[in-house]
Antibody, heavy 124, light 107 residues
């Protein structure tokens, strides 16, 4: 079964850190660009970060640049999001999503596979 | 950055109705436009990619059209499970911008 399992969310104080994980199964992990997309309560979707299948060329939304770091371990089929210097406005459900781009077998240039989401709350 | 604008922001329709949602890009994005459905409390699901290609397993009542800056998602016969929020998203640039969403309510 094709699946992404997000984990690692929780309650953290402003200025704190959190590490999210996303475990993939059922597809060829290293052919997908892995991304994080977030959704603040009652709001729309916001792309956060992406990383190529080889782990090169991470990219970030301006809102998280310099504070968040994306990484992946292809031997474990897992992608991570290290979040530092957290702010109240980072509170959201964070979704891991697999983007089927140039290296993907049935290229869609879209977020084909989504995790169930993990909630991050930044509050004192 | 490319901005994506959806209209309407919400609508109400009956089971069996045909409805359309519009998405406009602030600059040309060719056909790099995708549509997602997000049911309440769930993760988004890809419906349409490359403006008009139906994702595998998605019912044929969903269709997409458009190119350049103007795009449309059409549901030919609304079903109860289509009560959801719909998002467009551009893949022309790696800012991967989403539209603000269209909430569809079943009367």
């Amino acid at each position: 079964e094709v699946q992404l399992l997000d984990s690692g969310g929780g309650l953290v104080q402003p200025g704190g850190s959190l590490r999210l994980s996303c475990a993939a199964s059922g597809f060829t992990f290293n052919t997908y660009l892995m991304t994080w997309v977030r959704q603040a309560p009652g709001k729309g979707l916001e792309w956060v970060s992406a990383l190529s299948g080889s782990g090169g060329g991470p990219i970030y939304a301006d809102s998280v640049k310099g504070r968040f770091t994306i990484s992946r371990d292809n031997s474990k089929n897992t992608v991570y999001l290290q979040m530092n210097s957290l702010r109240a406005e980072d509170s959201a459900v964070y979704y891991c999503a697999a983007y089927c781009g140039v290296d993907c077998y049935l290229r869609t240039d879209a977020f084909d596979i989504w995790g169930q989401g993990t909630m991050v709350t930044v509050s004192s | 950055d490319i901005q994506m604008t959806q209209s309407p922001s919400s609508l109400s329709a009956s089971v069996g109705d045909r409805l359309s949602i519009t998405c406009r890009a602030s600059q040309s994005i060719s056909i790099y436009l995708n549509w997602y459905r997000q049911q309440p409390g769930k993760a988004p699901k890809l419906l349409i990619y490359a403006a008009s290609s139906l994702q595998s397993g998605v019912p044929s009542r969903f269709s997409g059209s458009g190119s350049g800056t103007d795009f449309t998602l059409t549901i030919s016969s609304l079903q109860p499970e289509d009560s959801a929020t719909y998002y467009c998203q551009q893949s022309y640039t790696t800012s991967f911008t989403f539209g603000g969403g269209t909430k569809v309510e079943i009367k």
